[in-house]
């Protein structure tokens, strides 16, 4: 087993599938203690399935429902998480959903909800987190860093996304949300970065890998002609997390298999 988190307490936002659930189990692959963070209770069955799966592989954690986009839930979810564990050293803030429309029929309802948890629920997460931080202080036998917040934005912080603006709206905010924390909190040792990944292979855009025609016209996309896995963004998440990266604060690293160099201009444009 890796030990570059050994003995530090992560959360894990939405964790109960996707991309959260890969980096759950990298995470405590690495040796930190994992909360599988889920929203219903029709994704109950699944986020303990996950965590047994990282028991039964030697890892240690547990489950906690919470809707990041409530701030009693998130206030609650980490003081859980204070009294099992004692602190909190690494906030994964994954939990997202998209809710498409075409712009002109988009509902405020549309607009609100991906809005309240894609933003509002990374700002209560970090909020609590960063309370956290700066109430318990260093902790350097496990960490140089006070504190670590890895966002999880999209390449949609970068590329403008017809028929998803309230998406790619939320993950635009995000990297300002990110970026003025790192300035905000760096001083005090605390390490904020984004994750924008491409097309990650999760149940949030399974139409456009189900089919191979889906499949093939995604690959026009991506210079590195696949498509992207939890364990991809799983181990860039451990990195950022870890001591290794430990001078990396305030940036957005884009895992995408190169969706971001523009394949579209590969023949001269
Ligand atoms: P997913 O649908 O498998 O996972 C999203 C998770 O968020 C689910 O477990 C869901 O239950 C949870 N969630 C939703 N609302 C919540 C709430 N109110 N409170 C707590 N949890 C909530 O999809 P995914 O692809 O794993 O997405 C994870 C993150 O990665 C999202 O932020 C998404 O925007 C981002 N992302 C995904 C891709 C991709 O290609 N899959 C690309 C770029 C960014």
């Given amino acids: ?14 964790a109960s599938s996707g991309i959260g659930t ?26 303990d399935a996950i965590l047994k799966e990282i028991t039964d592989a030697g890892g240690a954690g547990m489950v ?9 839930e998130v206030i ?3 003081a859980d998480v204070v009294a099992a564990y004692g602190t909190v050293d690494i906030l994964v803030n ?4 998209q809710q498409d429309a ?36 260093p902790r350097p036998e496990v960490s140089a860093a006070t504190g670590k917040i890895i966002c999880m934005s ?27 924390l790192a300035q905000e909190y760096g001083d005090r040792q605390i390490r904020v970065n984004s994750i924008c990944p491409g097309a990650i292979q999760t149940p949030i855009n399974r139409p456009a890998w189900d089919t191979p025609q889906a499949l093939n016209s995604l690959m026009q996309l991506i210079p590195y002609n696949r ?28 895992i995408d298999g190169g969706m971001t160099v523009f394949e579209s201009f590969a023949d001269g444009g």
């Avoid at 030990?3 to 307490?9: A, H, S, V, Y």
């Avoid at 906690?64 to 009693?72: L, N, T």
């Avoid at 994954?94 to 959903?97: E, K, V």
């Fill in 102 to 137: 075409k712009f002109d029929e988009m509902t405020l309802a549309q607009w609100q909800k991906v809005i309240d948890v894609n933003l509002t629920g990374q700002f209560l997460c970090a909020r609590e987190a960063i309370r956290e931080f700066l109430r318990r202080g």
């Fill in 64 to 72: 906690i429902k919470c809707d990041v986009s409530k701030e009693d």
């Fill in 227 to 254: 498509i992207g896995q939890p364990k991809d963004i799983g181990n860039l998440a451990v990195f950022l997390a870890s001591d290794k990266s430990d001078y990396i604060t305030g940036a957005s690293i884009f």
């Fill in 154 to 180: 999209s390449v949609h912080e970068l590329i403008p996304w017809a028929g998803h603006v309230n998406y790619a709206s939320s993950k635009g905010a995000i990297k300002m949300l990110m970026q003025s």
């Fill in 22 to 47: 890969g980096i759950a189990k990298s995470m405590a692959e690495a040796g930190a203690t994992v909360i599988i963070n889920h929203s219903s209770d029709k994704s109950t069955e699944a986020a």
């Fill in 76 to 78: 609650k979810m980490f």
């Fill in 1 to 14: 087993m890796d030990t570059e988190l050994k003995g530090q307490i992560a959360i894990i936002t939405g």
């Fill in 94 to 97: 994954n939990a997202g959903l």
